[in-house]
């Protein structure tokens, strides 16, 4: 069974940073494409980034230059990087492999 488990989100400053982490279990991460999703309130849901099987990624232009994809498939994670974060990036975020998603992780952006 497909299981993912996020982590990671919190409240930032905007400039900030944070990490985020999604447990992987039922399956590999390293022989599959996997993304991360947001959904802002009020708002349809938003591809943020992906990673092919083949270790390619991919970002939205609202993304590009701040984020960044990685996985890790000794410990069966995968990972967003979130740096120079604004408000604009306030959403819940979930990692999911097609057809599957996570619970999410909340991340606001205020000062």
Do not use: H
Request: aromatic fraction near 8%; charged fraction near 20%; charge should be neutral.
């Amino acid at each position: 069974e497909v299981e993912l488990v996020e982590s990671g989100g919190g409240l930032v400053q905007p400039g900030g940073s944070l990490t985020l982490s999604c447990a992987a279990s039922g399956f590999s991460v390293s022989n599959t494409g996997m993304s991360w999703v947001r959904q802002a309130p009020g708002k349809e849901i938003e591809w943020v980034s992906g990673i092919n099987k083949e270790g390619g990624t991919g970002y939205a232009d609202s993304v590009k230059g701040r984020f960044t994809i990685s996985r890790d498939g000794t410990k069966n994670m995968l990972y967003l990087q979130m740096n120079s974060l604004k408000p604009d990036d306030t959403a819940l975020y979930y990692c999911a492999k097609y057809p599957t998603r996570g619970q999410g992780t909340q991340v606001t952006v205020s000062s």
